[in-house]
């Protein structure tokens, strides 16, 4: 799957946080945490939902989520 983050573009396939996943009768739904801390909804591993905003530039996300600081 190449789909990204609706909000800041960070790839669906790289979680910061564990997936809630439930079987449905239309398929198996995924909710996911992204880095910028938007919630994503997938359907069988197909993007359907996006909520959240990205909060920083993707650089200063990434940052956040090794807890490094680019450059240093």
Known sequence: MNTRCPACGWPVDDPAHPDSAHPTSAG?????RCVCGGW???LDGKLLAGAGA???????????RT???PGS
């Open 67 to 69: 807890s490094t600081v």
């Open 40 to 42: 994503l909804v997938l």
């Open 54 to 64: 990205a909060r920083s530039t993707p650089e200063l996300r990434c940052a956040e």
């Open 28 to 32: 198996t739904v995924v909710y996911r």
